[in-house]
């Protein structure tokens, strides 16, 4: 890595769910929790603002959230101010951004924030706004959104490889169970057995509803500062030690293979290359589980095992704490909802949580070191990746 | 080289079903005219049931969706080339729930990505003539143009068997 170097010092989130409450007051609700839950941090601190918000032209008519967002939490930036939107990956948009920036020398002190409204009184109005997400004109005349996208992606690795509906399964009821330990997740009182979801209604066959994530009304908000202030702020620092990122197609004509992501593979070796690491090195990871094989793709993508045995190594539940990698501690997408602005920042915050030690027991890794974050974007046609390495001597 | 159709296949008229309300310039299907794209020759082929893209002249090589320039030399004069009007089911879905605006009434409906038999496109389209649990990966099926009901007209993929 090239500059200063970033460390993620704290960090906070506003309940994920079905909220009876709008985008702006979101964006309230996740400055008093930041500032609750970092009450060494002060508004003057902050130079710079990064919001992360994917679509709030279509789920709120509202664009320049960039100032709206800085007053609802009572910020003034001074040095930089901007969304960063890239769909589903717009939250981790926003931290790599302030990363940069702070890298550079631009700012000293950023809140990356991600805030997102997705139910709507007429949902279909919020499907339309997913379908934007891919071509619009091109695929969107034909009623693409994700999980007939995704589906596909299912029905062809079930073909190549033999993956079974209990496999995916084995994913969703793992990160349900990861998010009954964390109050924030949208599916925090709720238990999914493994019968009990391979009975649920098909939603775009082969998928059924517990393996699409949800739609989503969420915030959440992380620190990032440059190296010298990381002290200031807290004893256990996330050093960003690596990013990588990759896009290759946007019409789903190009995708090509649906279940090899290329894509992810160099935005995963970009990364681990940058922070001198290899996937045995990581001890936890937060992957982009929008669908059930999503997760079972990405276990093969991040090298955790062979083409197309990823549907095995969730079933073997080698994804789970104790397994070869703690995989989606949080919950995941599946299990916490999908915000999309506000899930890369939540998972930023699962990885500080981690190294602080702070989370329950019962999702804690026995003293991390590295952690990967990874979202991908749209019809997996981008991906985005961070690493991050926990500070040492604290 | 993508051999040209001899022949395209009939466009299909389908009935009105374009919701009152729904908001033109949010809808899903593109703006057509000649004051609204400049590729409104792929709407004039539609219309004569054809399906078409551009290639470039200096490389041979087609893209899809169609362009005004080439992404790889740059030029603007590129060809229309008509598409092969058959393919088969690389794979498919159905939305069965939680269709965008518009579509809501239309559901349940396939979708499925077509392998064009002789031509490197894999397109993505609405699946008609079965039913999504009746359909198999790998069968055959042909390119239907259609009029969406507000005299705009768009493509999608028929089974065959
Ligand atoms: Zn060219």
Not at chain 1, 309 to 325: I, K, S, V, W
Not at chain 1, 359 to 381: I, M, Y
Request: charged share 20%.
């Amino acid at each position: 890595m090239i500059g200063r170097r970033v460390a993620l010092v704290g960090g906070a989130s506003t309940p994920f769910g079905v909220r009876p409450t709008t985008w702006t007051e979101l964006a309230q609700e996740v400055g008093a929790a930041l500032f609750r839950a970092m009450p060494e941090l002060r508004a003057e601190d902050v130079d710079s603002l990064f919001v992360g918000a994917a679509e709030p032209e279509r789920f709120a008519f509202q664009s320049h959230v960039a100032p709206l967002v800085a007053e609802q939490m009572g910020l003034q930036p001074r040095r930089i101010l901007q969304r960063t939107e890239l769909a589903c990956a717009s939250g981790q948009s926003a931290i790599r951004s302030a990363y940069a920036a702070i890298a550079a020398g631009l700012s000293d002190v950023a809140v990356a924030v991600g805030v997102e409204k997705m139910n709507l009184p007429d949902m279909a109005e919020a499907n339309s706004a997913m379908g934007c997400v891919l071509d619009r004109a091109w695929d969107g005349p034909h009623g693409a959104t994700a999980p007939p996208f995704f589906a596909m992606v299912a029905q062809r690795h079930m073909l190549e490889y033999g993956t079974t509906e209990e496999q995916l399964a084995a994913v969703s009821e793992k990160n349900h169970r990861f998010a009954n330990s964390n109050p924030n997740a949208q599916f925090y009182a709720k238990t999914f057995a493994r019968d009990k979801l391979l009975r649920l209604p098909v939603v775009a066959p082969p998928l059924r509803l517990g393996d699409c994530s949800s739609m989503t009304d969420g915030a959440a908000a992380v620190v990032l500062v440059a190296e010298d202030l990381a002290r200031k702020y807290t004893a256990t620092p996330g050093w960003v030690r690596g990013t990588g990122q990759y896009s290759d197609f946007h019409n789903l004509a190009n995708a090509g293979s649906l279940t090899d992501w290329v894509g992810m593979k160099h935005a995963v070796r970009e990364a681990l290359r940058s922070a001198k690491i290899e996937t045995a090195d990581l001890d936890l990871a937060e992957l982009h589980d929008c669908f059930t094989i999503s997760e079972i793709i990405e276990y093969e993508a991040l090298g955790l095992c062979g083409p197309g045995e990823g549907g095995r190594f969730a079933a073997d539940g080698r994804g789970e704490l104790g397994g070869d990698l703690a995989v989606n501690t949080r919950g995941g997408l599946l299990g916490c909802g999908h915000p999309l602005g506000a899930t890369g920042i939540s998972q930023a915050l699962e990885v500080y949580q981690q190294f602080a030690g702070t989370v329950p027991p019962v999702r804690q890794v026995s003293s991390p070191e590295w952690a990967l974050v990874h979202n991908l974007s749209g019809s997996a046609n981008v991906h985005s990746v961070m690493v991050y390495q926990r500070g040492q001597g604290s | 080289m993508i051999p040209a159709a001899e022949t395209g296949p009939a466009p299909v008229s389908s009935p009105p079903k374009k919701e009152r309300g729904t908001p033109f310039l949010l809808d899903f299907v593109p703006l057509e005219g000649e004051k609204e794209t400049r590729l409104k020759p792929f709407f004039d082929r539609l219309r004569e049931g054809r399906l078409s893209t551009t290639k470039c002249p200096r490389d041979g090589r087609i893209d899809w969706p169609p362009r005004v320039t080439c992404p790889r030399c740059h030029t603007e004069s590129l060809e229309w080339i008509d598409l092969p009007d058959q393919g088969r089911l690389y794979a498919f879905s159905a939305v069965l729930g939680g269709a965008p605006l518009g579509m809501e009434s239309e559901v349940p409906f396939a979708v499925g990505l077509v392998d064009l038999d002789g031509a490197p496109l894999r397109l993505y389209g609405r699946i008609e003539g079965r039913p999504w649990n009746e359909l198999a990966v790998g069968e055959p099926v042909r390119v239907e143009t259609y009029d969406v009901g507000d005299g705009r007209f768009f493509y999608r993929f028929r089974t065959v068997r």
